[in-house]
């Protein structure tokens, strides 16, 4: 008898355990989630244009001037070879940041 009853006493404390977890998560589903802003959802204040003097150059955006100059030296150099172009020629030829 006493086997039975710690059978029943670990069920009962497995089923309530099950119980309170489906409650918890039932109650959290109904709530809406939380947006979060990322950066690239927000956008980026700063572009840079990189030419190579043949070929196709590269347009980028950045969260930083550096960045922006950065990416758009990479984009040039991969569009130029892809291009038939010159990349060991890219050099940013605008770079700003929005107010």
């Known amino acids: 008898m006493t086997g ?3 059978r029943q006493c670990s069920s009962r404390v497995l089923l309530s355990l099950l119980a309170i977890s489906l409650a918890l998560t039932a109650g959290c ?7 979060r802003a990322s950066a690239s959802s927000v956008g980026s204040n700063c572009y840079a244009k990189a030419l190579p003097t043949s070929g196709e150059g590269g347009l980028a955006w950045g969260s930083t001037l550096h960045m922006a100059r950065k990416k758009s030296m990479d984009n040039c150099i991969r569009y130029a070879g892809r291009s038939g172009g010159t990349p060991d020629t890219c050099q940013v030829v605008l770079a700003q940041c929005k107010d």
């Open 29 to 35: 589903a109904g709530k809406p989630s939380k947006a």
């Open 4 to 6: 039975e009853t710690a």
